[in-house]
């Protein structure tokens, strides 16, 4: 359910889209200072991550802790076949790919398991990860960091407005997506499964296939996302490529923004990026703010801002005023 | 002869490092047959009586020695006085302010709390006492012992012993006091607890905090066998879990089992792929296991 | 015969007045109000939807009324919470049994005596349930779910008693009983109430019930549609009709 504006009508809405979008796209050409291109990079590229989070653990059901696994194979495959020779765009695609790829292997024995199962099982894979790429030095090359630590050969040849604008467009995209699949048979089927799964599947819906489709394309979005940030970064090492920081970011923007809900993601991903620059000089404190903040929103406001938002008596009274056009 | 001996010390090794295992295991596996909960945090739980320890025997907090006697630490195994009540009071709090309100709110909201308290505890740990990887070494850690023409160390058996009283400690506590009896009927039928007599939430608080005290024993034995550093909770995490599953929930014997298994899996791991190679055979064993058999061998 | 009004007696043990209580949203129980004299055997009947569990289980705490009071010896119990009601010296028996299968008879009869007032008279009591119940002495270390039906419900009540209760809530005792063992546990109960103890019991089965009760209440959809002694009740021609065929 999108917060809507009552009054204005959908041709309206879609040129106020299209602006801001207009907008966006031009500000590292207009000479924005580059701190402010970092910023909304960084957002763009979080929200992807929350979003699919949302969609996973918000619409399916998908208490996923295994999000950063697809954030460093992306990235890994995407550095790995750059030293290779091959253009790091082509190398996005593929670790789009291995990550989907990835996420389909690894539904195989963690898809038997519900809930809390489910959970410590996606947990165990990103760490072990981290392990294999600790040990496996596939590319003899550089090394950096603590094991298998990679320079993403070519990233040079990417400017700041490069950068930003492939962020931009994985950001707007998984907007966009979670507006289409909401929309979609798919979206009707996850909202059959989050109420109850045994009812859902009685009514024969593939239970099994739905949730499969969401972990799969939550796992490419997720991929693209991490690839972009790698070529932002320049270089990848396991220890962050697989860190739990990444599942932070994705539950923290969800939760604050709000579950189940399309804006949700969009203004907790601001307060995460927020919160991530206006705790960089304290560096050993950041997580543990952002830790008590999670355990706070949660018992105090479990849905949200958006779930608070809803709750007010401002917004029930547009949202009756709204059906009543 | 000789191949018989050379897998005799995996062999030995893998039971003994069971041992402590379980004991890591013993405080989820409260929890979990109480509260239906799989407390995430746990494993951080235990790396942090391990630092209190640590802390209390190197005199060390925020790269300052506070303890006035400099090189006086207290011996680990005698600071349990101090840091079991510790923890006992911290899982008492968890539970009686945090977690009992989650289990209202709703299905994801004790797992996201408890993951929010896991990187409270890291993070903590990683800023009073740096992230650097550190070990508990009073001498006896050091020792070894032979038995026939293998040499154990003597913390893999102190492990295993420890583990052993724990676990009989325990299961007389269950069986013979009223405060245990009542953690046993209230995991079996909640609704018939709270009809005679038992106040839910002050039990459910008393058996985390219990769980917690056991995770203080567990953490100053891993402290004394392994290197660690904050962000080892994890793995601790999940190896308990991959202890319980294969146990099954709510034996004993279980969970004994379950550690055994997995210690072995590591040794013989180690021995035919090589030392840097045994974490990775552990968290396969727990995934195919999760795999397989997500209600463990004894599962009730 | 009264039609379900209020009576002002001074000792009643027990007073529920004019309670709403809901499960969610749905409204369960409209109005209710009853009371439980000293040392009587007070049945409650109805069907299966008329509410009568949710009766017991708002007296004992598990549910609280959104309007009126309960009152247990003169002091409002309607907002307490289930284990501090037990520790007043109320007692549910409930339905379907429920004990702890995985322990064992003595345990479960030892968990009884939990709450604080109960616990240093726990062999005193003890002694009391093998007296009514001598098989669960017999069976003492076996484990609660190997036992049959009735000796199960035996427990189940013993249990009751564990918690030195002044008056005992028992839901649906005679379920999927057979008639024999209902007559030892009827005649148990009678040998309970000698002893002091206010017995509130709920049933389906009319006739059998009308037979042990001193007086009963009978309840459906949520309301209290007639109350008085049995006698009263076999008289009332809706009784007979609805109960009875006649």
């Known amino acids: 359910m999108r917060f809507t504006i009552p009054q204005l009508k959908l041709s309206v809405r879609l040129i106020l889209l299209i602006v801001i979008i207009i907008v966006l796209a031009v500000l590292p050409v207009i000479g924005l200072p580059q701190q402010w291109l970092i910023y909304i990079r960084l957002f763009c590229i979080y929200l992807a991550i929350a979003n699919m989070w949302n969609l996973l653990c918000g619409y399916s059901g998908l208490i996923s802790l295994c999000q950063p696994a697809f954030i460093g194979l992306a990235g890994y495959t995407m550095i790995m076949l750059a030293w290779v020779g091959i253009p790091i765009y082509v190398g996005i695609i593929a670790g789009a790919i291995v990550a989907a790829i990835f996420a389909l292997l690894i539904s195989v024995p963690v898809f038997r398991l519900r809930g809390i199962y489910f959970a410590i099982g996606t947990l165990v894979v990103p760490e072990a990860l981290k392990y294999v790429f600790l040990l496996w030095k596939p590319v003899g090359g550089k090394l950096q960091g603590g094991g298998a630590g990679y320079v993403l050969k070519g990233a040079g040849e990417f400017s700041t407005a490069e950068v930003y604008w492939l962020a931009l467009v994985i950001g707007l995209a998984s907007i966009f997506l979670m507006w289409f699949i909401l929309r979609s048979k798919l979206g009707l089927g996850l909202a059959a499964i989050r109420d109850n799964d045994t009812t859902a599947a009685s009514s024969g819906i593939n239970v099994f296939r739905l949730k499969l489709f969401s972990f799969i394309i939550g796992a490419i979005v997720t991929g693209i996302a991490g690839a972009i940030f790698y070529i932002s970064q320049a270089a990848i090492e396991p220890t962050s490529a697989f860190n739990i920081k990444w599942t932070m970011i994705c539950i923290l923007a969800a939760v604050i923004g709000g579950l189940r809900s399309q804006a949700g993601p969009i203004i907790g991903t601001l307060i995460v990026v927020f919160l991530h620059f206006a705790l960089a000089r304290y560096v050993g404190y950041s997580l543990i703010i952002q830790g008590i903040i999670l355990v706070g929103v949660m018992l105090v406001a479990p849905h949200g801002i958006m779930g608070a938002v809803r709750k007010s008596r401002p917004y029930r009274s547009l949202v009756q005023l709204a059906s009543r056009h | ?300 | 015969m009264e039609k379900h009004t209020q009576e002002t007696s001074q000792d009643a043990l027990l007073k529920v007045s004019n309670i709403d209580v809901f499960h969610g949203s749905f409204q369960a129980l409209w109005d209710v109000s009853l009371e439980v004299k000293p040392g009587e055997m007070l049945a409650l009947i109805g069907a299966n939807t008329s509410g009568k569990s949710t009766l017991l289980d708002t007296i004992s705490g598990l549910l609280h009324p959104t309007k009126g009071s309960i009152e247990f010896e003169g002091k409002d119990i309607s907002a307490l919470d289930p284990f501090l009601i037990v520790e007043l010296g109320i007692s549910q028996v409930p339905e379907g049994r429920r004990l702890f299968p995985e322990m064992s008879v003595l345990d479960n009869l030892i968990i009884g005596s939990y709450n604080r007032k109960a616990r240093p008279k726990r062999e005193q009591n003890l002694k009391q349930v093998y007296g009514h119940f001598p098989i669960l002495e017999e069976r003492k270390n076996q484990l609660a779910k190997t036992l049959s039906g009735g000796e199960q419900q035996m427990l189940a009540i013993g249990r009751g008693l564990m918690a030195d209760t002044k008056l005992m809530l028992l839901d649906e005792m005679s379920l999927g009983l057979a008639p024999i063992v209902l007559d030892k546990l009827y005649r148990a109960l009678r040998e309970i109430r000698e002893r002091g103890i206010t017995i509130l019991f709920v049933e389906q089965n009319v006739r059998r019930t009308l037979q042990e009760a001193d007086r009963a209440y009978i309840l459906e959809s949520g309301r209290v549609v007639l109350s008085g002694t049995p006698a009263e009740l076999q008289e009332e021609e809706d009784v007979r009709k609805a109960y009875f065929g006649v």
């Open chain 2, 1 to 300: 002869m000789t191949e018989l001996l050379d897998l005799s010390t995996p062999l030995l090794m893998g039971i003994l490092l069971g041992g402590l295992y379980v004991l890591i295991a013993l405080g989820l596996s409260l929890v979990f047959g109480v509260m239906k909960l799989i407390n995430v945090a746990h494993g951080d739980l235990v790396i942090l009586g391990t630092y209190f320890t640590f802390s209390l025997m190197s005199g060390e907090l925020l790269g300052h020695k506070y303890l006035v006697i400099s090189n006086l630490g207290i011996d680990p195994i005698l600071s349990l006085v101090i840091v079991m009540p510790l923890l006992f009071a911290i899982g008492y709090a968890i539970q009686k302010f945090l977690m009992s309100r989650a289990f209202g709110i709703s299905m994801e909201a004790p797992l996201i709390i408890a993951f929010g308290i896991s990187l409270i505890i890291q993070n903590t740990c990683q800023r009073l006492w740096t992230p650097l990887s550190r070990g508990l070494t009073p001498p006896y850690a050091l020792e070894s012992f032979s038995v026939g023409a293998l040499r154990v160390p003597l913390i893999y058996l102190l492990d295993f012993i420890v583990a052993l009283i724990v676990m009989l400690a325990l299961r007389e506590f269950l069986r013979r006091t009223y405060l245990g009896k009542a953690i046993n009927a209230a995991s079996q039928d909640k609704r018939a607890a709270s009809l005679m007599g038992i106040n839910n939430n002050r039990v459910y608080a008393f058996a985390f905090g219990i769980a917690m005290a056991i995770a203080a024993i567990a953490g100053v034995f891993l402290g004394l066998t392994f290197p660690f550093n904050p962000t080892s909770g994890v793995s601790f995490l999940i190896i308990a879990f991959g202890v319980i599953i294969v146990g099954g929930l709510g034996s004993m014997l279980g969970t004994f089992i379950g550690g055994m298994f997995l210690g072995l899996a590591q040794t013989f791991g180690g021995y035919f792929l090589g030392a840097t190679a045994q974490m990775l055979v552990l968290y396969a064993t727990v995934l195919v296991v999760l795999a397989v058999r997500p209600q463990g061998i004894f599962g009730r």
